[in-house]
Every structure is written in structure tokens, then in C-alpha cells.
């Protein structure tokens, strides 16, 4: 299975990203929809809002006034944190009942609103950005959605800023020009980076080295060495540690957060080491290293001491590998 965690700004375009992958075949899981759910009229959710906001946060018919509620959240940072601390885990819940049941070679889409905010971009193999720029996204929200201005402000200093979810990314979707355009790009990114993606997941093996690049656009831009390691942090055993390889490609500072389509090569290359402790199983490690996207790249031992595995990125658009070493005994 290959978990793809779809993300953006409020009206960056995100569920006209989600609806197209949902077309060509994804099981998408959508957490508006089930948070929406969770608050549903007779739920022990709606009830938990009334107890937390009282009464006057419900209709006339008895169910929640989203206008009236969104005023106040949007409005009050400890509001929200309490209506958030209510609905999420509720979401979070509901998302793992419905991708329990998706079929074991599915590519699922999780369209999560508030990924970046909730830290939850390193359980994804594949974290997609919708991205647009702030006046458009206000403009969107005033003109389709008839949001007063500074209503649609307010939910934008709400959330994550741009850098901070361009950070998170390991494909960015630019949503400035028309919808045509961005049903183009996310076909492409179908097409020559998740449908790969997700057959060389269920065939355990990396992706080919020398396949052609998917193209300027779908790579993600910033902190690559970061994302690699946050990823094989969140799936490792206990005490495991992750660190860069020596080296231009694993270097420190060898991902540039500058980086321009010039030196792309920059951001789709890392190395990393994953040094496993004497407490810890190295081929529990390695089949973790395995689940977060890193297939082995040849059998254990090859070109090192017997234990170490060697692993690379099954997404043909980066170039990662991840060797597993244990822990050499201390003198
Ligand atoms: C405050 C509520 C009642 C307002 O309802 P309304 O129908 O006006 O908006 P809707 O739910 O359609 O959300 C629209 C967009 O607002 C943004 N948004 C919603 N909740 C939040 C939040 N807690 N923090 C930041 N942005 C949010 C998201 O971009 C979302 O896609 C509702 O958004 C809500 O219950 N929010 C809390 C749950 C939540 O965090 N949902 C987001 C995904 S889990
Ligand atoms: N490129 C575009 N040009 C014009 N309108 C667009 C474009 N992309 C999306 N829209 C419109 O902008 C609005 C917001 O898009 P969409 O609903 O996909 O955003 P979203 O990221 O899912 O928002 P939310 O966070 O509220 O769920 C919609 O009315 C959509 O039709």
C-alpha cells in the first residue's frame, strides 16, 4: 500500500487534486468529510462541542452551527486547540477504520487539511503540497465561497505558512494558473511518480537507477536529508539512530534550501546511515526501513560487513539510500 498524505492551504485546490486521484484509481480519505461526520447530529462528538461551547454554538434544528462555530474558533487560538482536541482524534480514528479495510496493493490518499500542523508528514511515503500563493487562495475563498475578506485572513493565519509546508514536502502540485493545468500536473505526478511508486512498494524493490526524472515541479523543493530522516525516525526500533553519510550526498548542508532548478540534483539526492544499537534487531530495522519506502537493494551483506543491508528509495523521483549497520561493539 502506498500512503500518499495530500495536503495545502485553505482554497489552495486541494480536493480538485484529491477528486483526480480518486478518478485514476486511489482510495481517497477525505478528513473534512469525516470530521464533519464526527460532529454529525446524535454524535458523542457534537455532544462534546456543546459540553465544551455550550448551547448557542447549535441551529434551531439541533445541529451545529458551522458559521457561528468558525467565528469563534478561527477568531481565538484556545478555542480552537479545544474544538481541535475534540474532532481529531475522532478523525484520527475514523481514517484508520477506513484504510484498515483498502485493499493491500491501493495507493490511499489522505486529504488532510492540517498534515503539516499536526506533524503527521513522516507516516506518509509520499507527502503532495498543493501550493498557492495567499492572494489567490483569499480571492478564491471571497469569490466561490462568498467569505468576507478578512474571514478568509483569519483562516489562513490559522494554519501553516507556506515555507513551513513546502518544508514537508515531497511533491509540490502549483496551483496558480487554471484548473486545467492543475489536472494536468496531477496526472503527470500519477502517472510517472505514484503509479511506479506503488508497484515497486508491492514488488519490494527500489526504483530503477537512470529511469527518467519525473519533471521541474513535482519534486519537492526543500530539506530532503529531513524528510528522509524524519520518515525512518517514525518506523524505526527504539534506539536506532539516523544519521548522514559522509560525502557530497550526505553531507550536512549538501540538501540546499536554496536550491534552484540549476542544482535540482541537490534536492533528490541523500544518503543516510542507520546505525542500529545492540538491544535492536537489525532485520527488524532493515524491514522498517522497508515499510517507509526504502526496499533493499541487493542481499544483506553484499559489499559490507555480513549484517549491514543496503536500501534505496522505491519513488523514482529521488535518488535516497539508506544503509543499516549495527552498532559496533564497544571495546
Ligand atoms: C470550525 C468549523 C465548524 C467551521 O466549519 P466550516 O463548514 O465553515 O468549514 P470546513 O469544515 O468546511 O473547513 C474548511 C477549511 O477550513 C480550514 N480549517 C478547518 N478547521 C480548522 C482548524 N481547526 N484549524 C485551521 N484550519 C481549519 C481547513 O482548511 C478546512 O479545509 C469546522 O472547520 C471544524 O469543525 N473544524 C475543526 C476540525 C478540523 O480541524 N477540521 C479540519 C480537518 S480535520
Ligand atoms: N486553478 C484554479 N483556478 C480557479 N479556481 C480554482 C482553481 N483551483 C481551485 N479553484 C477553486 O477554488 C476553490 C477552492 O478549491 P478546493 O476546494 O479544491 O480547495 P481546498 O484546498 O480543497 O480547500 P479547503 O481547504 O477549503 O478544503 C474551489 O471553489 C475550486 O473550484
Known amino acids: 500500500m502506498l500512503r500518499i498524505g495530500l495536503t ?11 477528486r483526480r486521484l480518486a478518478d485514476r484509481g486511489a482510495v481517497l480519505v477525505d478528513s473534512d468529510v469525516l470530521a464533519r461526520a464526527a460532529v454529525a447530529p446524535g454524535s458523542d462528538g457534537l455532544a462534546a462541542v456543546v459540553a465544551a461551547f455550550g448551547p448557542e454554538i447549535l441551529d434551531a434544528d439541533g445541529s451545529l452551527d458551522r458559521p457561528a462555530l468558525g467565528r469563534l474558533v478561527f477568531a481565538d487560538a484556545a478555542a480552537r ?11 484520527g480514528a475514523a481514517a484508520a477504520a477506513l484504510i484498515g479495510g483498502a485493499p493491500e496493493g491501493a495507493v490511499v ?27 489567490l487562495r483569499i480571492d478564491r475563498m471571497v469569490d466561490r465561497r462568498g467569505m468576507e475578506r478578512a474571514d478568509a485572513e483569519r483562516r489562513i493565519a490559522a494554519q501553516a505558512s507556506r515555507h513551513d509546508r513546502l518544508r514537508a514536502a515531497d511533491a509540490v502540485l502549483v496551483n496558480d494558473r487554471g484548473v486545467e493545468e492543475l489536472l494536468a500536473a496531477t496526472d503527470t505526478l ?18 530503477d537507477r537512470g529511469v527518467a526524472r519525473p519533471t521541474a515541479g513535482l519534486a519537492g523543493t526543500l530539506g530532503l536529508l529531513d524528510r528522509v530522516r524524519a520518515k525512518l525516525d517514525a518506523v524505526l526500533p ?42 535492536a534487531d537489525p532485520a ?4 522498517a526501513v522497508t515499510r517507509a519506502g526504502f526496499p533493499p537493494d541487493g542481499p544483506t551483506g553484499a559489499g559490507g560487513t555480513p549484517s549491514t ?12 539510500t539508506v544503509t543499516v549497520v549495527p552498532e559496533p561493539a564497544s571495546a
Open 8 to 18: 495545502g492551504g485553505i482554497a489552495a485546490g486541494k480536493s480538485v487534486v484529491a
Open 81 to 91: 486547540e479545544r474544538l481541535n482536541a475534540i474532532v481529531h482524534p475522532r478523525v
Open 109 to 135: 490518499v489522505e486529504d488532510i487539511p492540517l498534515l503539516v500542523e499536526t506533524g503527521q508528514a513522516p507516516r506518509f511515503h509520499l507527502v503532495v503540497v498543493v501550493d498557492a500563493p495567499d492572494t
Open 190 to 207: 500519477w502517472e510517472t511518480r505514484i503509479v511506479p511508486y506503488r508497484d515497486n512498494l508491492a514488488g519490494g524493490r527500489p526504483a
Open 238 to 279: 527504539p534506539g536506532c539512530r539516523v544519521l548522514p553519510e559522509e560525502g557530497p550526498q550526505g553531507a550536512p548542508g549538501a540538501v540546499r534550501e536554496d536550491a534552484r532548478d540549476d542544482v535540482r540534483e541537490d534536492r533528490v539526492r541523500a544518503a543516510v546511515r542507520v546505525v542500529v544499537p545492540p538491544a
Open 284 to 287: 527488524a530495522a532493515s524491514d
Open 309 to 320: 543491508a543496503s536500501h534505496r528509495a522505491a519513488d523514482p523521483a529521488v535518488d535516497v
